[in-house]
C-alpha cells in the first residue's frame, strides 16, 4: 500500500506586491476574487483582478484537480503510476498531456547531460523527502535502485504516443516539471475565460498574467531562503511571466545533524551537494522554468549561469549558501536587492 501523505510542501516562495514603491506592500486591489487549495502537495492559489465570475476559479481548479489525479505518484490508479506498474512489462499509450510532460522532460535531460532526469522516480522512492517516511537509505539500497534511473531507458513514440520504460522497476517523477505544465495550464483556462490580469501560485510557482490594476507589471519579491518569513532578498518586476524557484530550504528532513534535500543526483543517488541555496528562474513559460529551476540547481552555480545565458528570453537569480546574489545577464536590470545579509556577486 502507498504511504499517505501527511507532511507537505509550502514552496511559497515569491512574494507578490503590486505598486513601484521601494517599499513592499501587498497587493491589494478593489475587488479581485482568489481561491487557494490543497492539491499537488501545497497550497495553490489563483487570483484574478479583473473579473468577479467565480465560475472561472471553478475551472482552474478543475484542471488542477485533474492533473493531481492524473500525475501523482503518491496516489493509487493515477496514469503515471500505470506508467510505472508497466515497467518492463510493456509500453503504455498517454494522454497529450503526458506526452509533453515527458517529452519536454526527455529534452531537459538532454541539455543537463541526465542530471535532470525524471526517471528518478525509483531514488525518490527511496528518500520519502518531504513525507513524514522520509529516511536516509542505505548504501546497497542506493546502490541497487540506481541502474533504474536513465531517461534514455525511457522510449517515447510520437506516433503511437506511447511510453515504455524498459526496465522493471523504473518510475516516472514528475515532481520537478508537473507545478510548472499546470500553472501554464491554469493560465490557458483564465486567457479562454477573458482574464487579463491575474496571478497563478502553484506553491510558489508562480505565473503572473498581464499587469496589476494600476496598469504595470507585477512587482515581485523573492523569499529570503533562511525562511524568515515574508522577507525578501529583493524584488524584480515582471508581466506575462513564470517565475520558479527550486532550493533546499523548504522540503528537506534533518538527520544526525546532516539535512538532506530532495533535488537528487541520478548519478549517485544522494541530494546534490553543491553551493547553491535556491535559484529561482524567470522565464515565458512555466513548464520551462519549473525544469530549468531544477535543471540549474542540479548544474551547479558556474554551469547553471551558463546554461541560463544560453537559453534565449529564460534568466535566473542565484542564491548561495554564502548569501551572495549571482544574476543572468538579462536581469540585471530588473533586480532590486533589498536585504543587507545578501550581497551581489558578478
Ligand atoms: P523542484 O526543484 O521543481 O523539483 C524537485 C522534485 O523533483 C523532487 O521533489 C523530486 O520529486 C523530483 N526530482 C528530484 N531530483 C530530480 C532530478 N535530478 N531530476 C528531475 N526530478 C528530480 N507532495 C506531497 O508532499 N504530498 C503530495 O500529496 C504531493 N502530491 C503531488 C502531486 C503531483 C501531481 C505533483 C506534481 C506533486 C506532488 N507533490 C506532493 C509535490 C512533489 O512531491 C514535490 O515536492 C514538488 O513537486 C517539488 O517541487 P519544487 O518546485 O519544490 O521542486
Ligand atoms: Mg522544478
Known amino acids: 500500500m502507498k504511504k499517505k501523505l501527511i507532511s507537505m510542501s509550502l514552496l511559497a516562495v515569491v512574494f507578490l506586491f503590486s ?7 501587498k497587493v491589494t486591489n478593489d475587488a479581485p476574487i482568489s481561491r487557494s487549495n490543497f492539491y499537488l502537495g501545497t497550497y495553490c492559489k489563483v487570483t484574478i483582478y479583473d473579473k468577479s465570475d467565480e465560475s472561472i476559479l471553478d475551472k482552474a481548479f478543475n484542471r488542477i484537480e485533474e492533473f493531481d489525479k492524473m500525475l501523482s505518484i503518491n496516489k493509487e490508479n493515477t496514469e503515471v503510476d500505470n506508467i510505472n506498474d508497466k515497467s518492463g512489462i510493456e509500453k503504455v499509450k498517454v494522454n497529450d498531456d503526458i506526452f509533453k510532460l515527458i517529452d519536454k522532460s526527455l529534452n531537459y535531460s538532454k541539455l543537463t547531460g541526465g542530471a535532470f532526469d525524471t526517471s528518478i522516480g525509483p531514488i525518490v522512492k527511496l528518500w520519502n523527502i518531504g513525507l513524514d517516511s522520509a529516511r536516509v537509505p542505505s548504501k546497497e ?19 503511437e504516443k506511447t511510453v515504455y520504460l524498459k526496465e522493471k522497476g523504473m518510475a516516472l517523477d514528475f515532481g520537478a516539471i508537473a507545478k510548472g505544465y499546470i500553472a501554464d495550464e491554469v493560465v490557458e483556462v483564465l486567457k479562454d475565460n477573458g ?39 529583493g524584488y524584480m518586476y515582471s508581466s506575462n511571466k513564470s517565475v520558479v524557484t527550486s532550493g533546499i530550504y523548504e ?11 530532495h533535488i537528487l543526483s541520478p548519478f549517485n543517488g544522494y541530494p546534490f551537494n553543491n553551493e547553491i541555496m535556491g535559484v529561482t528562474i524567470v522565464s515565458d513559460l512555466s513548464i520551462d522554468g519549473d525544469a530549468l529551476s531544477t ?45 543587507e545579509k545578501y550581497k551581489l556577486a558578478n
Open 141 to 159: 539500497e542506493v546502490t541497487k535502485a540506481l541502474p533504474l534511473v536513465g531517461y534514455k531507458n525511457v522510449e517515447l513514440n510520437a506516433n
Open 19 to 25: 505598486g513601484c514603491g521601494n517599499n513592499a506592500k
Open 251 to 261: 522540503r528537506f528532513f534533518e538527520k544526525d545533524g546532516v539535512k538532506y534535500h
Open 195 to 233: 482574464v487579463k490580469k491575474a496571478i497563478v501560485d502553484l506553491g510558489g510557482n508562480i505565473y503572473a498574467l498581464g499587469s496589476n490594476k494600476e496598469d504595470k507589471p507585477w512587482k515581485i519579491g523573492i523569499q529570503d531562503p533562511d525562511l524568515e518569513r515574508n522577507n525578501i532578498i
Open 295 to 339: 535543471s540549474t540547481f542540479s548544474l551547479g552555480l558556474n554551469e547553471g549561469i551558463k546554461f541560463i545565458n544560453s537559453i534565449p528570453n529564460v534568466d535566473a537569480i542565484f542564491i548561495t549558501k554564502d548569501h551572495k546574489i549571482y544574476l543572468t545577464d538579462g536581469i540585471r536590470n530588473n533586480f532590486s536587492l533589498t536585504n
